[in-house]
T-cell receptor, first 110, second 113 residues
Framework: KQEVTQIPAALSVPEGENLVLNCSFT??????LQWFRQDPGKGLTSLLL?????REQTSGRLNASLDKSSGRSTLYIAASQPGDSATYLC?????????FGTGTSLTVIP | DGGITQSPKYLFRKEGQNVTLSCEQN?????MYWYRQDPGQGLRLIYY???????QKGDIAEGYSVSREKKESFPLTVTSAQKNPTAFYLC????????????FGPGTRLTVT
């Protein structure tokens, strides 16, 4: 069964810093890897989807990379802002299911 | 606007009562999913359906039931057999096949007392 781990569980940074969130998975037979953002009490919003054949994907200040062979993905956030404060989750679809990490709770301090 | 709607946003029930959570999507997606989210535990899959009139149990299906009579709708019933039903419930959908991207509704917070 696929297991997805996210480290760290929580992160606090001052505004303007660049930061990296990590996601690791045990089964490399994934179709893609999807990064989500979740605000308190809300649903998940898709940020980036990296196809299994790609190595990275970019959207604005966000850049996600994927290394299937090592079972790792990273989400890089440039020039962080207080509005980036949220929980970030990664998901790896394997077989007929999506497997989620427990998330990294990010706080950006003004 | 295309998307997934869940209603109600907040739901309160007395212990021993069954309750049904609504999930509707107009994205024309084949697959739909129900997840439960508890603090510090991430998302756990309850049930999923890949086509109308067919669904499969996820990791924590005990005490829950679903139906998929229409492509757009995938209601979840939390029965009195569910030992600890208070949680945040999320519905999602994805198109069948590539790119397997998942889309989420806003969630329903169920409180059972």
């Amino acid at each position: 069964k696929q297991e997805v781990t996210q480290i760290p569980a929580a992160l606090s940074v001052p505004e303007g810093e660049n930061l990296v969130l990590n996601c690791s998975f045990t089964d490399s037979a994934i179709y893609n890897l999807q990064w989500f953002r979740q605000d308190p009490g809300k649903g998940l919003t898709s940020l980036l989807l990296i196809q299994s054949s790609q190595r990275e994907q970019t959207s604005g200040r966000l850049n996600a990379s994927l290394d299937k062979s090592s079972g790792r993905s990273t989400l890089y956030i440039a020039a962080s802002q207080p509005g980036d404060s949220a929980t970030y989750l990664c998901a790896a679809p394997t077989g007929n299911q999506f497997y989620f990490g427990t998330g990294t709770s990010l706080t950006v301090i003004p | 606007d295309g998307g997934i709607t869940q209603s109600p946003k907040y739901l309160f029930r007395k212990e021993g009562q069954n309750v049904t959570l609504s999930c509707e999507q107009n994205l024309n997606h084949d697959a739909m999913y129900w997840y439960r989210q508890d603090p510090g535990q991430g998302l756990r899959l309850i049930y999923y359906s890949q086509i109308v009139n067919d669904f499969q149990k996820g990791d924590i299906a005990e005490g829950y039931s679903v139906s998929r009579e229409k492509k757009e709708s995938f209601p979840l019933t939390v029965t009195s057999a569910q030992k600890n039903p208070t949680a945040f419930y999320l519905c999602a959908s994805s198109p069948q096949g590539f790119p397997y991207e998942q889309y989420f509704g806003p969630g329903t917070r169920l409180t059972v007392t």
